[in-house]
């Protein structure tokens, strides 16, 4: 996904934890648009790392990326604003949404 995103313009800022990611997103120079979190993480789940946007910008647009079909985990995402996009993840599906993102920030400003 990093060389994806990385081909295609896109910054991309790493976290393997909520730990390691607050202090990826507290040292980042550059405002992040969005995060794109997989469901299952070292610590907890997808949707309570992207509960970090709250810290960082309660704007901020999450992405939940699952193979798990559960619709608890489907209805959790919604309930907290989150898009879910299902494993594997076609490259043609993230491109619009990133394009999408673009227009809603251009839009905003």
């Known amino acids: 996904m990093e060389s994806l995103l990385t ?5 991309v800022l790493k976290a393997t934890d909520r730990a390691s990611a607050i202090d990826v997103l507290a040292r ?12 299952h993480v070292d610590e907890g789940d997808g949707i309570e790392a992207i509960r970090l946007r709250e810290r960082f910008g309660a704007d901020l647009t999450a992405v939940l990326i699952r193979a798990d079909p ?7 995402a919604r309930t907290n ?9 076609k490259p043609v599906a993230l491109r619009a949404l990133l394009a ?9 400003e």
């Open 7 to 11: 081909g295609w313009g896109c910054p």
């Open 28 to 39: 980042s120079q550059a405002g992040t648009d969005g995060m794109l979190v997989d469901y």
């Open 70 to 76: 559960s619709p608890h985990v489907r209805e959790a």
């Open 81 to 89: 604003e989150i898009v879910v996009l299902n494993k594997p993840v």
């Open 100 to 108: 999408r993102w673009r227009i809603q920030r251009v839009a905003a």
